[in-house]
Nanobody, 121 residues
């Protein structure tokens, strides 16, 4: 099995910054997708940033220019650098990874447990 461990959430003032980390461990042959989702109370979960095959990144319109997704392939870790945070960024952030555990195993999606980000004065 594969485990995703998230860290970096917390309370920050408007305009501040946070960096989230998500490390994948377990039986990993290849990771083809890593992304960050968020869900605020009363709202649907949304994809905020993703990276596919290490080289192709995508961002939700609401975070373009403020958030940056990156990976450390040697550590099977994905990061989300969040700058210029505002109240609308308050949510539980979830890491997701699509992992192939072996050469002949099908890829499967895994979720982290979520980390709370609160932007408030």
């Amino acid at each position: 099995q594969v485990q995703l461990v998230e860290s970096g959430g917390g309370l920050v003032q408007p305009g501040g910054s946070l960096r989230l980390s998500c490390a994948a461990s377990g039986n990993i042959f290849k990771i083809t997708f890593m992304g960050w989702y968020r869900q605020a109370p009363g709202l649907q979960r949304e994809l905020v940033a993703s990276i596919v095959n290490v080289v192709t990144s995508n961002y939700a319109d609401s975070v373009k220019g403020r958030f940056t997704i990156s990976t450390d392939t040697a550590k099977n870790t994905v990061y989300l650098q969040m700058n210029s945070l505002n109240a609308e960024d308050t949510a539980v952030y979830y890491c997701n990874a699509v992992v192939q555990s072996g050469r002949w195993d099908p890829p499967k999606a895994y979720w982290g447990q979520g980390t709370q980000v609160t932007v408030s004065s």
